[in-house]
């Protein structure tokens, strides 16, 4: 079936530091991607998307790519903020019946001042 | 209005109580959504309403009973709880309810649940 992997972490940075978060999937057809963020004690939010091969999905300096080719699609900012210390979840939607996300693990991220 | 909004934020019950979870959205987004989060884990899919109708139910036991009174409206009942389902219920929508892959899903804030 459609799965997702991602490190899990937890990743700890220094605030400005770059930051990579590895996800690849395994699906049939061709899923739309994605990235929520989780804060403590909310719900998920849509951090960015890409609906294709080579789509770029960016917002509040996170940017990710769809890669084809290697089933990826890596999270990455260039100076992370104490703000953005939450858990990011990779996730795929699925066109196998109804409208299913599949979410990966999570990777708890931390920046420190 | 782009949000999703669920009540109570928290609900502490005994294994015998009546309760229900409340989730409310006014997108005109036809697909809701119940999920289940436990600590430091993914949420995991419960049911999916299509169109008022549910379209998808992983297995979930009984105790567990979803409702969709409008397409507006999605409320979840639980009875006779156990304290291992103690967790972050969320519900979320998403606009087409179909089987499309250009989708999104929006969250509410959850119900932190703790059964004992």
């Known amino acids: 079936g459609d799965s997702v992997t991602q490190m899990e972490g937890p990743v700890t940075l220094s605030e400005e530091a770059f930051l990579t978060i590895n996800c690849t999937y395994t699906a049939t057809g061709y899923p739309s991607l994605f990235w929520y963020v989780q804060y403590p004690g909310e719900g998920l939010q849509l951090l960015l998307k890409a609906t294709k091969a080579d789509d770029k999905g960016s917002n509040k300096g996170f940017e990710a790519t769809y890669r084809k080719e290697t089933t990826s699609f890596h999270l990455e900012k260039g100076s992370v903020q104490v703000s953005d210390s939450a858990v990011y979840f990779c996730a795929l939607s699925a066109i196998s019946y109804g409208q299913n996300f599949v979410f990966g693990p999570g990777t708890r991220l931390s920046v420190l001042p | 209005d782009t949000e999703v909004t669920q009540t109570p934020k928290h609900l502490v019950m005994g294994m015998t109580n009546k309760k229900s979870l409340k989730c409310e959205q006014h997108?005109?987004?036809?697909?809701m959504y119940w999920y289940k989060q436990k600590a430091k884990k993914p949420p995991e899919l419960m049911f999916v309403?299509?169109?008022?109708?549910?379209?998808i139910n992983e297995s979930v036991p009984s105790r567990f009973s979803p409702e969709c009174p409008n397409s507006s409206l999605l409320n979840l009942h639980l009875h006779a709880l156990q304290p291992e389902d103690s967790a972050l219920y969320l519900c979320a929508s998403s606009q087409a309810g179909g089987r499309g892959t250009n989708e999104k899903l929006f969250f509410g804030s959850g119900t932190q649940l703790s059964v004992l």
């Open positions: 997108m005109g987004h036809r697909a």
């Open positions: 309403y299509s169109y008022e109708k549910l379209s």
